[in-house]
Structure formats: C-alpha cells, structure tokens
C-alpha cells in the first residue's frame, strides 16, 4: 500500500514539474525578426488589399493551453512605404474595433530593442485590451521596422489568454509573457 502510494505521488510529481513552456528562438529570415516562442510555432500566411495594393501578411504562432503568442508581419512594399503610418492605423482600427470600451483596457509606454548586435531601443506602445465577449485577455504591440528594396515591415505582436477584465494588468505583465515581448526582435 505505501509502495503503491509513493508510486502515484511520484507520478503527480512528475507531472506537476513538467515545464507547460519550452521555450525556443525562432530565427525568421523571411519576415526580419528572431523571437522566443513558448512552443513550437506554426505559419499561416494571407494577403489583404491597401487601395489596390495587395499587402502579404504571415502570422507565425504558438499555444500553450489556452494562451496564444503571435507575431503577425505585414510586408509593406516600397511603393507605399511612406504610407505605413496609414496601414498600420488601419490594422490598429481594425482590431480596436471589435474590443469594446471598457474601462479596464489601458495603453502603455514600452520599448524594444531592435538587431541583433547593435541594439538600440524603439519606443513602442503596449495596448492591454479585454476581450469580454470572449472571456480573454490580449496585450498587443506594433513595430514598424525598414526591410529590404525600400520596403516596410509592419509588426504585431500580442498574446492572448483567458481571464477577466479586473486582472488584466497581471494576467498580461507575467513573466512568460514579459519573455516573449522583450525577446522580440526584428533586424
């Protein structure tokens, strides 16, 4: 009987102490950017339409249980690169769009650290929004970021979670989300 005992405390044990995150630091050449996903992440690639410009957009992402971390790129080419201003309002609109007003969503001032080597700080934006009708929590952030022939690189990065609105700010400043923000990187 206490044989059989330890054996299943072992066993909760085991489990209890298996890590949910794995982080890894995916490189992506194609898009301008190294960043640090708590699992294995998957791409799904799509074009939007810009006053006639078609815009390619890739949304590389992982899960782990319910939260969701995501770096989508908009790839703004060099025959609208002075308007990235205007396209990145309108993915911001787009997005604010469906979060209602409440009193619990917040904007905050943050800064990333931009190459590899010489890094220097751009001043960035968290917006910390509660999704209710969905019952979830996002904190999202966009880089605007030169590529290459002239064109732009557009950068949302945000994660998602379940939680209620009163626990915004915590749910959404944790430390593996805090790793996932600070460890973005566009080149």
């Known amino acids: 009987m206490l044989r059989r005992f330890g054996l299943v405390t072992l066993g909760i044990l ?58 989508m790129t908009t790839q703004i080419p060099a025959t609208i690169a002075t308007q990235v201003t205007m396209v990145e309002k309108m993915l911001q609109n787009t997005l604010l769009q ?7 969503n917040l904007v905050k001032d943050a800064t990333s650290r931009i190459g590899s080597a010489a890094q220097t700080n751009q001043v960035a934006q968290d917006f910390y929004l509660d999704l209710a009708h969905n019952k979830k929590v996002m904190r999202v952030r ?21 939680g209620q609105s009163s626990q915004l700010e915590p749910l959404l400043n944790q430390e593996n989300i805090s790793i996932f923000f600070d460890e973005f990187r566009p080149n």
């Open 14 to 71: 085991i489990v209890a102490c298996s890590p949910q995150f794995d982080w890894r630091t995916i490189k992506n050449d194609a898009q301008g950017y190294s960043a640090m996903f708590p699992s294995k992440p998957q791409l799904i690639e799509r074009s939007i339409n810009y006053q006639q410009t078609s815009l390619k957009q890739t949304l590389e992402f992982a899960k782990v249980n319910e939260d969701v971390f995501a770096v």
């Open 98 to 104: 469906q979060v209602p007003t409440t009193q619990f």
């Open 142 to 162: 966009w880089l605007i970021r030169p590529a290459a022939n002239d064109s732009v690189n557009l950068y949302q990065i945000s994660v998602i979670r379940t």
